[in-house]
């Protein structure tokens, strides 16, 4: 696949194994007309911006030319690369998940060469194919557009990205190789995603927002993440389904419905993805749920159910008796939205609010009896993707299967009162131990009939 069809929402590592890939095979890709090859000349580039301390531009020159090697059906300047390599390049930096100041440079590197190009002296600079490119580039830039270039606050960056493009064309030049790059642009990635995710959550709750909480015992911020931060959310869910059963770590369960197995949920997972760490741990989301508490909060517990094509729904309960093991009384769970959730996909329905301590007839399995379902009213909460709603732990909740072709993935995560304990690692201790992943069973051991509060309406098997 080219560069510039990767996939946003792809995981972390199957972007920088792209990108890699790419500029490792630029080893063998002359840089039209000069005497290095395009690795060569990323390589040197990047390493004359380094000394800036500016990482964003050393990560700009590394990939100012990415859009030569990105799209191989992309038109070309007769034999001198591909016509917008600018605009490719910033478009790929873009869908890799760089930040958006990356792009910018990148794309600014033929714009600087034209802002430059007004001057006499600076023809004698460039190469014999720089200066016939410059040709299909526009030529020198008119006092308007020279004008608006001064106008931008970046313009000084722009020049010095140019400068190191200009310089990084020594074929005697010995500079460190990309894999002195992959773990700072790993890094950066990461980062981004971290900001993209958590920038929508650090505005607090509004009044209205607490009043409606107070009222309805649930709260909806619709389409909450969306671009960045919604691609980076979809791409850390992507990697957890990626990764392989392993014993002692996430925890996945699977459901068998009439198709072959598949994968239901991942647990315990916030010890080994710094991405969601951030996120479900991080000051933010924090501090909204001490806000909604009305006292300062606790991770109790994180899962994503999957609910991928033909998976099953949730029987009608309430949270709480799942939750009574560990002296909390009260929970609230976060509900982040990846994919669209809706009457079709088995989206949630909630019943009206219950106060704390109330805990409706329970069928033997801990879900509610049929007679009080049948009573209660039911309201379906359709979500778009990123949205992000609040509920506590005796609102009853229900779920259908999911009838649509495509999955319906959330994440569920449980918050305490502080004041009641941290418990969480006792929690995946003890369901480790009752209801194990199934990696983790013994053979010929009936788990499912002892897993009890672990498989509440569950449709684990
Ligand atoms: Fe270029
Ligand atoms: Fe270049």
Aim: charged content about 25%.
């Amino acid at each position: 696949m080219a560069l510039i069809d990767s996939d946003p929402r792809a995981p972390l590592p199957k972007r920088v194994d792209a990108l890699f890939a790419t500029l490792a095979a630029a080893d063998t890709a002359g840089y039209i007309g000069e005497p290095v090859s395009q690795l060569a000349h990323a390589l040197q580039a990047a390493h004359r911006a380094a000394a800036a301390d500016d990482e964003a531009l050393a990560l700009a020159a590394l990939l100012h030319d990415i859009g030569h090697l990105a799209d191989p059906d992309a038109p070309q300047m007769q034999g001198l690369g591909a016509a917008d390599h600018e605009r490719i390049g910033r478009a790929v930096c873009d869908r890799l998940g760089f930040a958006p100041r990356v792009g910018r440079l990148v794309e600014s590197h033929v714009a600087a060469k034209r802002y430059l190009a007004r001057r006499a002296a600076y023809d004698g600079k460039l190469s014999e194919a720089s200066r016939r490119t410059l040709t299909f580039q526009g030529g020198p830039m008119s006092d308007a557009e020279a004008a608006a270039f001064e106008a931008d606050p970046d313009h000084k960056a722009m020049l010095r990205l140019r400068a190191c493009d200009e310089a990084a064309k020594d074929p005697d030049a010995a500079v460190p190789g990309l894999d002195h790059w992959r773990p700072i642009v790993e890094r950066h990635l990461q980062a981004q995603a971290i900001d993209a995710v958590l920038a929508p959550l650090r505005a607090p709750p509004t009044d209205a927002q607490l009043a409606a909480w107070r009222r309805d015992h649930l709260l909806v911020l619709p389409g909450l993440l969306d671009g960045r931060g919604l691609a980076a959310l979809e791409a850390w869910t992507a990697d957890l389904q990626a990764r392989p059963e392993t014993p002692g770590k996430w925890m996945k369960y699977f459901e068998r419905g009439t198709a072959a197995r598949q994968l239901c949920r991942v647990e315990d997972f916030v010890p080994h993805h710094a991405g969601f760490e951030a996120l479900l741990c991080g000051p933010p989301l924090m501090a909204w749920l001490t806000r909604l508490m009305g006292q300062p909060a606790c991770l109790f517990k994180e899962k994503i159910n999957f609910k991928l094509p033909g998976g099953a729904g949730f029987t009608a309960h309430q949270d709480a008796p799942a939750f009574d093991a560990f002296g909390h009384r009260y929970h609230i769970t976060v509900l982040i939205a990846v994919d669209p959730q809706t009457r079709t996909n088995g989206g949630l329905e909630f019943s009206d609010p219950i106060d704390e301590g109330t805990l409706l007839p329970q069928r033997s399995d801990g879900s509610v009896a049929e007679e009080v379902e049948a009573r209660l009213p039911w309201h379906p909460l359709d979500l778009s993707p990123g949205s992000v709603a609040f509920f506590d732990s005796y609102i009853p909740h229900r779920s259908g299967p999911n009838r649509s072709d495509r999955p319906r993935r959330g994440l569920y995560v449980t918050y305490n009162r502080a004041a009641d304990g941290d418990r969480r690692a006792d929690y995946f201790a003890d369901k480790r131990a009752t209801f194990p992943p199934e990696i983790e069973r013994e053979p010929g051991v009936d788990y499912l009939s002892k897993a009890g509060r672990y498989n509440v309406g569950n449709p684990i098997r």
